[in-house]
């Protein structure tokens, strides 16, 4: 076992979220608010990475061993 590193979620996600009462100002009178929601919607399945972070883990852990500082970052990528 072993523990999250410092400013983990910080360094290694983006943290700028846009709240609904901010994309409905954004996209206000415009005529592409229609095609910006059905972006931000399907997002999720045009640009999948499952299982990705997982293979990095395998290979870190082969190169570099378990107790490597770049294997456990890629652990916890893998789990967040």
Do not use: C, W
Request: no cysteine; hydrophobic share 35%; glycine share 4%.
């Amino acid at each position: 076992m072993t523990t999250e590193p410092l400013d983990f979620k910080k360094n290694n996600f983006e943290s700028s979220v846009e709240q609904v009462h901010q994309f409905m100002k954004r996209t206000e009178g415009t005529a592409t608010a229609q095609q910006e929601f059905m972006q931000i919607l399907l997002h999720g399945f045009s640009d999948s990475l499952v299982g990705r972070y997982s293979v990095y883990h395998d290979i870190s852990i082969y190169i570099r061993g378990y107790d490597h500082k770049e294997t456990t970052r890629l652990a916890f990528m893998y789990v967040f």
